[in-house]
C-alpha cells in the first residue's frame, strides 16, 4: 500500500507542476499578446498611452502628452494638457488630439509650434473649434509637391489660439498621405 501511496503522490506532484507551468506560460502569453500584435489584446505603447489591437492595426485612446509630441513630431512645454487624443495605426496613420497649455507656457508652445508646422495659412480648415477663441492660427500641410517635386509624406492641420484666461488652446489632426 505505501509504493501505491508514494506512486499516487508522484504522479499528483508531477500533474500539479505541469498545471502550474501551462498557468505561467498562459499568463506570460496573455501579458504579451497586444505587445505582440495579437488582435483584440491590449497593451501600453512606449510613451505610456493604452492601446489595443485589431485585425488591421492598432488604437491608442487616450493620449499622453510624450505620444502627442511623439506621434505630432512636435515638442511642447510638460505643462501641456492633454483633453482629448488618439492616434490610429494601420497601413496609414491618423492622429488627433485636442490640447491646452496654461498661460505662463503658452508663448513657448506657440513658438514650438511655428517650428514644427510653419505658418500661418488663410482659408486653411481647423481642427480646433474657434468659438471664444482670439488670435486663431491655423498651420496646414500643402496638398501639393514642394519645391523638389514630392508629395508631402504626411497632412496636417493644427489650429490654435488664446482663450480668455490666456491660455492657448491647440487641435492637431494629422494623417499620412
Not at 510613451?47 to 512636435?74: I, K, M, Q, W
Not at 505658418?119 to 488670435?135: E, I, K, M
Amino acid at each position: 500500500m505505501p509504493k501505491q501511496r508514494n506512486k499516487a503522490r508522484r504522479v499528483l506532484g508531477g500533474t500539479a507542476l505541469m498545471l502550474g507551468f501551462v498557468a505561467l506560460v498562459l499568463i506570460v502569453l496573455v501579458r504579451q499578446a497586444g505587445e505582440w500584435g495579437v488582435p483584440y489584446f491590449s497593451f501600453t505603447s512606449a510613451h505610456g498611452s493604452p492601446c489595443r489591437n485589431d485585425l488591421t492595426g492598432y488604437t491608442c485612446d487616450p493620449l499622453t502628452l510624450a505620444d502627442v509630441e511623439f506621434f505630432g513630431d512636435v515638442d511642447l512645454p510638460d505643462d501641456t494638457r492633454v483633453l482629448a487624443g488618439s492616434y490610429r495605426a494601420t497601413h496609414d496613420y491618423q492622429l488627433s488630439a485636442q490640447l491646452r497649455v496654461p498661460k505662463a507656457s503658452a508663448d513657448r508652445a506657440w513658438k514650438q509650434l511655428r517650428v514644427a508646422y510653419g505658418p500661418c495659412r488663410d482659408g486653411a480648415s481647423s481642427p480646433l473649434q474657434t468659438g471664444g477663441v482670439s488670435r486663431v492660427c491655423i498651420m496646414a500641410s500643402v496638398n501639393g509637391a514642394d519645391e523638389t517635386g514630392q508629395l508631402p509624406s504626411r497632412l496636417f492641420s493644427v489650429g490654435t489660439g488664446l482663450v480668455k484666461t490666456g491660455d492657448r488652446v491647440i487641435g492637431i489632426s494629422i494623417r499620412s498621405r
